[in-house]
């Protein structure tokens, strides 16, 4: 998984613990987990399955120009076409974000989206996960 700048998340330790962050060969970039782990193992897993709460803070948000640390996928649709269809929009972001390793990331979604009162209330939620680009 990587970071809106392109650059290898990965498990680093630091006195507080383990975390999920970037570094290079100057040392440590960011650290875009919210928690210190205690074990190595811990980490690597909530990386992998992508279950960890990215932390919100000023030099994460300076890095990246107030964006979520971690790029997102993208799709295309025509809004007002037979792809313009809520579970259809939903459908295409799963299948995005299965492609990234972002499993956990489309159950959350199904979830907040199926709570929505409205379309666009529905489309912004999924705009949480995907970057949805109108053709």
Do not use: Q, W
Request: glycine content about 6%; aromatic content about 8%; hydrophobic content about 40%.
């Amino acid at each position: 998984m990587k970071c809106i700048k392109g650059k290898e998340l990965g498990v680093h330790k630091s006195n507080a613990g383990f975390y999920i962050g970037v570094v290079d060969e100057e040392g440590p970039l960011c650290r875009i987990s919210e928690e210190y782990y205690e074990t190595r193992e811990l980490a690597e897993l909530l990386l992998k399955s992508n279950a960890f709460v990215v932390r919100d803070c000023i030099e994460n948000n300076f890095c990246n120009g107030e964006k979520s640390c971690l790029r997102k996928p993208s799709i295309e649709i025509d809004i007002d076409g037979p792809d313009g269809n809520i579970f259809a929009i939903m459908a295409l972001a799963n299948k995005a974000m299965r492609a990234e390793d972002m499993l956990t990331d489309g159950k959350a979604m199904y979830y907040k989206v199926t709570k929505c009162l409205s379309y666009a209330e529905a489309l912004d939620a999924v705009r949480e996960y995907v970057d949805i680009i109108e053709v």
